[in-house]
């Protein structure tokens, strides 16, 4: 079977001449290459250089098409996705052609025309994969447009986390980041650690307020922090010099990465006890908790879309989003014994094994591939 995928995945050259795109994304695919004879990705070609968090392919059976880039969040970038919606559904009708089923990803710019166009023009079997906040209730207006689409679709949709009133024919699906080989490590980095202060503590994402760096500085401002050891960062942003600066002024043991490889990240996640992400902004299910809670780090999230569902008193810190609240958990953190610790990780551990790729390949097989 040969399978289309349309996305707004960043793609780059890098210093080789190879295509890489952002590591999430192609390593999805990488492992989705072996059930399929060939996988047509359409998507974002970018002439910027590659960040460090970019991955290329490993298998010749995916074949990378090429779209010009498109959106931002002023008005005239937006415009721009418009502007290049004929040029768009011309690569995209093409790759079809050749394609038995596609995957359209969204919520995402060029998904407010390919929407409709799949779903009136296209007789092709397929599905749609919403990798947004499902139930967000002031989503902007493109989302809650592409939204709307989809619970009225014929097509299976996959979604995060699960819903009341959740029409059947959108399918919770878990997104994939662990191997199998990284789910047996894991097991063993946390027999390991010893959670004991001081603490390390890591935040992977974007480097913004609404991700809720800023909230993690100022709830370390409110206390003594002799119990932590060190805090990285890793991601980038506008703000991560403000952070940074902030961090030096009161003193906090911070180290901010930037970009990292995924190794280079997996290798953080085994050196921390807790993984923060006091988060507001629109996710769908980060792949870092699951990859964090993998390798032992103890989630310190908030309630934001269906990242209750997976994370609880057994196996992590649910907090509210503010300085006052991360404070708490902090507090809560220092009278704690390491037995309690231990056996959060333990259960973050069992709740990471619908992360892998085995798992979501097999979901698409059986839930996905079966659609006429």
Known sequence: MKLAIISHTEHYKDAQGRIVGWGPTVSELNHLAEHFDTIYHV??????????????????????????PSGGTTALSKLKILGQAPKTIAVVEKTLKKADAFQLRVPTGIGVYLIPYLTYFSKKRGWYKYAGNWNQANAPLGYRWQRSLLKKQSRKVTINGTWPEQPKHCFTFENPCLTLEERNEGVKVIQQKTYEAPFTFCFVGRLDDAKGVQRIIDGFSLLDFKFVKTIHFIGNGDKMETYKEQ?????????????????????????????????TASEGFPKVIAEGMNFGCIPIVSNVSSIGQYVNANNGYVVSPSAEGIAGIFQEIEKETSQVFKKKATQGYATASKFTFAHYNRRIEQDILSLK
Do not use: Q, W
């Not at 910027?48 to 991955?55: G, I, M, R, V």
């Not at 901010?256 to 006091?278: N, T």
């Open 43 to 68: 998507a974002m070609l970018h002439t910027s250089e590659a960040p460090p968090s970019s991955l290329p392919y490993l298998h010749s059976n995916i074949i990378f098409v090429p779209l010009p």
């Open 247 to 279: 961090c030096t002024a009161l003193g906090l043991p911070a180290i901010f990465h930037g970009f990292l490889p995924r190794d280079k990240v997996f290798e953080i996640y085994r050196a921390s006890s807790f993984l923060l992400l006091p988060s």
